[in-house]
């Protein structure tokens, strides 16, 4: 939308890579209030938030979850 308009030009990008630091249990609870989840049925939303949290206590036993995230910034700048 933005470069349909012609008021903006690239500027370039900037990658920004960065640890979140969530328990398991709060991942979970944000699992659940997504939309996309809860529009499943009952029956099948349960068991894939049952999955994921066997997948979770696999991976973290411990219960706190460390993930890397890399986030791309796309710079823009007015044009003259």
Same mark, same amino acid.
């Given at each position: &939308?933005?470069?349909?308009?012609?008021?903006?030009?690239?500027?370039?990008?900037?990658?920004?890579? +960065?640890?979140?630091?969530?328990?398991?249990?709060? +991942?979970?609870?944000?699992?659940?209030?997504?939309?996309?989840?809860?529009?499943?049925?009952?029956? /099948?939303?349960?068991?894939?938030?049952?999955?994921? /949290?066997?997948?979770?206590?696999?991976?973290?036993?411990?219960?706190?979850?460390?993930?890397?995230?890399?986030?791309?910034?796309? &710079? /823009?700048?007015?044009?003259?």
């Amino acid at each position: &939308l933005v470069a349909s308009q012609g008021l903006m030009e690239p500027a370039g990008t900037m990658l920004v890579q +960065w640890t979140r630091e969530v328990s398991a249990a709060d +991942w979970m609870t944000e699992d659940r209030s997504k939309s996309y989840v809860i529009e499943i049925d009952t029956g /099948a939303r349960e068991a894939v938030l049952r999955e994921i /949290a066997a997948i979770i206590s696999a991976e973290f036993p411990d219960g706190q979850m460390s993930v890397r995230y890399v986030t791309t910034l796309l &710079l /823009a700048r007015k044009r003259a």
